[in-house]
């Protein structure tokens, strides 16, 4: 199992940034990569980015491309999110994932952390 908790969330004002950090522990070594996701309410939980645990390469939505930037740090078991240039339709419930090497699917899930990004 791969546990996953997320801080850094808040409020912030359109146009201003918010770093998100994931901490993962347990069996760390059976993911390859980590996902971002974000949930707004009455939508579904739709993909923001993802970072490879050994090459680093990484891969955006359109929607936050050029202004998101998932970094990782391995010793540290963390993965980040850095959210620049927030607009209001960025407000959501923010989680990060743990891929599942084996299966390529996103089996382990953090709390969430809440952005709320004000106009």
């Known amino acids: 199992q791969v546990q996953l908790v997320e801080s850094g969330g808040g409020l912030v004002q359109a146009g201003g940034s918010l770093r998100l950090s994931c901490v993962a522990s347990?069996?760390?070594?059976?993911?390859?990569?980590m996902g971002w996701f974000r949930q707004a309410p009455g939508k579904e939980r739709e993909f923001v980015a993802r970072i490879n645990w050994n090459t680093g390469s990484t891969y955006y939505a359109d929607s936050v491309k050029g202004r998101f930037t998932a970094s990782r740090a391995n010793a540290k078991n963390t993965v980040y999110l850095q959210m620049n240039n927030l607009k209001p339709e960025d407000t959501a419930v923010y989680y990060c994932?743990?891929?599942?090497?084996?299966?390529?699917?996103?089996?382990?899930w953090g709390q969430g952390t809440q952005v709320t990004v004000s106009s």
């Open positions: 347990g069996r760390t070594s059976s993911t390859d990569a």
């Open positions: 994932a743990g891929r599942k090497s084996l299966t390529l699917s996103y089996d382990y």
